[in-house]
Every structure is written in C-alpha cells, then in structure tokens.
C-alpha cells in the first residue's frame, strides 16, 4: 500500500493531538467514571450509545488495494457521536480526503458526508441484547472512488449487541439506497464483529460482512481483524487490516486510528 506523505502526516498530527488531550485531562476521565464506545474499526455499530453529554471522536486512515474503481486509494476518515437520551444519539460521518490511483492518473478528492440518528428500542441486559435502529443520510456525495460496498443516498439499520460471558458481539443489518444515473436500487448487509479482551487494555476483534451489489448483479464480502488498546478509558487505539473474499471485493484495506470520548461534558442536568 502507497500511503502519500501528506495523508501519514495529516494523520499523525490528528493522533498526537488527541492523544495530548486525552493525557492532560484529570480524574475526570477515570475508568468509573468515563469510558469510551468504540464503532471503528469495524464495519458494524454498536447498539449501545455513547455516554450522553459527551462528544466521541472516531479518527483513522484506510488504505485500500485493488478495487473496481480504483489500483489503490487512501483516505481519512472521521465519525462524530453525540448522545443526547439514554436512548437517542447523532452522528456525522465524513470522509474530509482521499488520494486515489486510477492507473493512468491519479485524483485528490473529497469524500462524502452522512448524517444519521440512532434510537435504542429494548435496552439490554445480562440475558437480553440490547436492540436499535439507525438511519443515515448523505448529504454530499463527494467526488472520491468507491469502495466494494458503494455508497449510499439513504441508510437503514438494524443493530444488535450483546455479551457472552467476555466475548462482545455486534451485529448490523443493513439496507441502503443505491442510486447509478436515474436508477436507485436496495442493497442489503450484515455484519457479525467478535470482540475479546487478551491481556490488560489489550483486545482483539474478528468481523465477517456481506453487502449486495445491485448493479454488478455481485456480492462484497469482507473478514477484518484487528488488535485493539485502551491507552485510557476514554482513548482507544486500533489497526489492522481486511481482506475481500470475492471477486468484485477490495483485496486489501489496511487501516489505523483511535477513539476519544471527551471528558467534557456539554451540559449539565
């Protein structure tokens, strides 16, 4: 993977800077008292929330490898969380920029940008999961090379988290509206992310996806595996990399990033 200078140090200058955050806080962002949600660095959501008054940042950078619209591409990535009930959040994600190899040339673009909510329905418990739904909508499509999975006008979701003893299960399902000239098509998804802790702050996830693709008649499926560590409660690191198992997949994504849930809430009771 060819990852451009400006992308690494972009990057860099993103971790560094929250991670100094995160460093200088006080007691307030101890272990019992704040602790991060992390949605990344998997393609499922958790359906449980982040904690309510507290922004989350969502951070990384993915390189990707052989694709049907591009030789590789490279982007930076960004989701904002804010729960505002115990029951209701919002999110913001974009994709501010993507260096793609298209072969013969290669382009500078901006991704696009989605705005979504996301609802619990049955809160969870130790022996029930907890259940919720999520809608997303672009609001700007950006100029950048798809992934295998494309991209959507309109988002639904279906979203399921539970515990097994200390194996921690997500998993979405998903439909999308896909739109190619005046043509809008339903894809559909599902997600299955195996998360395990190995030593301390140390874990580890596992996920398999599918995706339809409805106008290459194909399919998208994706195995990820990535170490995780929490470097404080409300700070998580990750990287690692996914694979396509088909033929109209991307072969290769590798990715890195962190997740920080600032310590400062926005409002008081």
Same mark, same amino acid.
């Given at each position: ?15 560094? *800077? !929250? ?13 019992? =008292? ?6 990344? &660095? ?22 990707? =490898? ?11 990535? =960004? ?37 979504? !909510? ?12 907890? *259940? ?12 950048? &090379? ?11 979701? #279906? ?6 003893? @200390? +194996? ?8 999308? =509206?896909?739109? $190619? ?12 992310? %195996? ?7 140390? !874990? ?11 106008? #290459? ?6 195995? %990820?595996? !990535?170490?995780?560590?929490?470097? @404080? ?11 396509? +198992? ?6 290769? $994504? ?9 310590? @400062? @809430?926005?409002?008081?009771?």
């Amino acid at each position: 993977m060819r990852l451009p200078p400006t992308s690494w140090l972009s990057f860099l200058l993103i971790l560094c *800077f !929250a991670s100094s955050l995160a460093l200088a806080q006080d007691d307030q962002a101890s272990a019992g =008292e704040l602790e991060a949600n992390p949605g990344r &660095p998997t393609v499922s959501t958790p359906a449980t929330l982040t904690p309510m008054g507290y922004l989350q940042f969502e951070t990384g950078i993915l390189g990707a =490898e052989h694709s049907g619209e591009f030789a590789n591409r490279t982007g930076l990535n =960004e989701v904002v969380k804010l729960a505002v009930d115990k029951r209701l959040q919002f999110l913001v994600s974009s994709e501010p920029f993507v260096r793609s190899d298209l072969g013969p040339s290669s382009s500078r673009d901006a991704g696009g940008v989605s705005l979504g !909510a996301q609802a619990v329905i049955i809160p969870g418990t130790e022996r029930r999961p907890t *259940f919720s739904v999520s809608y997303f909508r672009s609001v700007y499509a950006g100029t950048a &090379p798809d992934l295998d999975i494309g991209s959507s006008r309109n988002s639904g979701l #279906l979203l399921f988290s539970f515990d097994l003893g @200390k +194996l921690h299960v997500d998993t979405n399902y998903l439909f999308n =509206e896909q739109i $190619e000239n005046t043509i809008r098509r339903v894809q559909f998804g599902q997600t299955l992310s %195996l998360a395990h802790p190995i030593h301390g702050k140390l !874990a580890f996830t596992a996920e398999i996806w599918h995706f339809t693709q409805p106008f #290459l008649n194909s399919d998208a499926v994706g195995l %990820l595996l !990535a170490p995780t560590y929490a470097l @404080k409660p409300n700070l998580v690191l990750d990287a690692g990399f996914q694979r396509g +198992l088909t033929s109209t997949s991307t072969r290769w $994504e590798f990715f890195a990033g962190l997740t920080y849930l600032a310590p @400062k @809430k926005l409002w008081q009771k």
